[in-house]
Every structure is written in C-alpha cells, then in structure tokens.
C-alpha cells in the first residue's frame, strides 16, 4: 500500500487564508484509491490530506494530477507498517504527525522499524482509544508515523507508555534520536475502504 501526503499552512493562502479544497481528497470511487484522510492542526496553522493507494503507480499518478498544487509540500511513500487498535471500528476524532526527515542511513531506518515493532507496538496496541497506526516512508527513508485515536487522552497515554520502555538488547541510542518535529491534529476527514482496513496488518 502506498499513501500520498499533502501539506498546507492555514495561512497565506488566498485572501481568506485556508482553502480547504486545496486539500480535498478524491472520490471515493476513484480505481486504485483505498482511503483518505485530512488533519487539521490542533491550536497550530498546519493541515494535511492522506490519500492511501493500491500501488506506487496510482499515488504518483494522482501527484501528477496536482500540478496545479506543485508549491504545496507533498510526498509519495510507501507504508512499511500498519496496526490496528482496540477502537479500529470507530472514526478517529485526533492524530499525530510524527516527522523523521530524510535523508536518513539504511541503518538508522532499519533501527527505527525495529524499535518500533518490537518495543513501541507492543505497549501501545492495547490501549483504549487507539484507531490505528501507519508508517509511511520515503525513498530517502524519512518517514512520517500516523496514529490515529478517539481522543486526545489516548494519544497523551501512548506517548506516556513509549517514554516508559527501555531500549532493548541491541538497539543503539545513536541511531534513535526521535523525531524531528511532532504534531497533534483533528482529524477533519476520514473515509476508508473496507480492502483498506483488511490490509492493515492486526496485532503487528
């Protein structure tokens, strides 16, 4: 599965400010489309749309249809990880925007799929709230981590739980330095497909 991710400011566009549809998703019914997404940043100027597709050659060719949005911020990725929470059946009201700017070594990216299967996962899945989580990824390897709730208490309990763990054997601090910046947002939209959420890989 792939994802295409759109960025605006809320400001300084048009004489009004945000434009909403400069963000707009596709219709649904759109051949290779599974899903999307929009964010709008909580108490910040930040707002993004998620477009989740069936192949490389799909998201790339909705990028391309967006020409006319070619100064927005946006990316191609491929989504390495998904989970699904206790509330997967429920909308998401919140999100986290997590950011690791690329370029990023093959070691490092290897390190932060590794922390977080087998030591972030694992004391987040359980948690009341938790809609769902998706990593997506670049080719220079940044990557941007989603995850998605019912509430921001939930996001707050998450965050809480991954400061609690402790680096396991063979994780090297060196190679985790977090991410670059970090945003909680509402989630404005949300639409996906039921092959979508049977892609999303239960209990990773």
Known sequence: MYAYLELVSKYGRGPDGFEPAAISAPG?????????????QFAGSAAACLTLWDTEASAAAFRAERAELAALPAEVYEITDTGEGPAAAQAPA???LM???????????????????????????????LVALYVLRRRDLGSVVITLATSVETLDASARAVMSTELTPGEDPALLPGPDRIEIHHVTGYHLSTTAAAATMKGH
Request: charge should be positive; glycine fraction near 12%.
């Open 94 to 96: 919140y999100a986290r």
């Open 28 to 40: 649904a019914h759109r051949p290779g489309l599974f899903g999307s997404m929009a964010f709008q």
């Open 99 to 129: 950011y690791f700017d690329g370029p990023r070594a093959p070691e490092q990216a290897a390190a932060e799929d590794l922390a977080g299967r087998q030591r972030i996962w694992p004391v987040i899945r359980g948690l009341t709230g």
